[in-house]
C-alpha cells in the first residue's frame, strides 16, 4: 500500500517562501497523480496544484503564479515552492497521490503566515 509523507510546512511571515515535500512510497510507475490540496480554519479544503506522471500541471485559481509544483519521479517526490506568501494562505497542505489502485492522502503539513 502506498504511503503518503508531506514535510516542510512551518511559521513565515508575509512575503515569505517555503517548499513543501510529498514524498509517496511504491513504485514510481504506479504513481500517476501527485497533489497539492490546503484546509484553512473553518473551511472546506481547497485544491492547490497538481502534476502528472508526464509533468503536465494545474493549479488553483487562486495561485496567481505564487506556486511552483514539481516533480522527482526517480525519487517518489513532489514539491511545491510558494513564494509571495500571505496570511489568506494559512493552511494545513495535504498531499493527495492518485495511484494505479485507488487514491492516498499524507497527513498533511501546517503552514502558518504570519508576522
Known amino acids: 500500500q502506498v504511503q503518503v509523507v508531506e514535510s516542510g510546512g512551518d511559521l513565515v511571515q508575509p512575503g515569505g517562501s517555503l517548499r513543501l515535500s510529498c514524498t509517496a512510497s511504491g513504485s514510481a510507475s504506479s504513481l500517476k497523480i501527485m497533489g497539492w490540496y490546503r484546509q484553512a480554519p473553518g473551511k472546506e479544503r481547497e485544491f492547490v496544484a497538481r502534476?502528472?506522471?508526464?509533468?503536465?500541471?494545474n493549479y488553483g485559481d487562486f495561485v496567481k503564479g505564487r506556486f511552483t509544483i514539481s516533480r522527482d519521479n526517480a525519487e517518489n517526490t513532489m514539491y511545491l515552492q510558494m513564494n509571495s506568501l500571505a496570511p489568506e494562505y494559512t493552511a494545513v497542505y495535504s498531499c493527495?497521490?492518485?495511484?494505479?489502485?485507488?487514491?492516498?492522502w499524507g497527513q498533511g503539513t501546517q503552514v502558518t503566515v504570519s508576522s
Open positions: 493527495n497521490v492518485v495511484t494505479t489502485s485507488g487514491s492516498k
Open positions: 502534476i502528472t506522471s508526464n509533468g503536465v500541471t
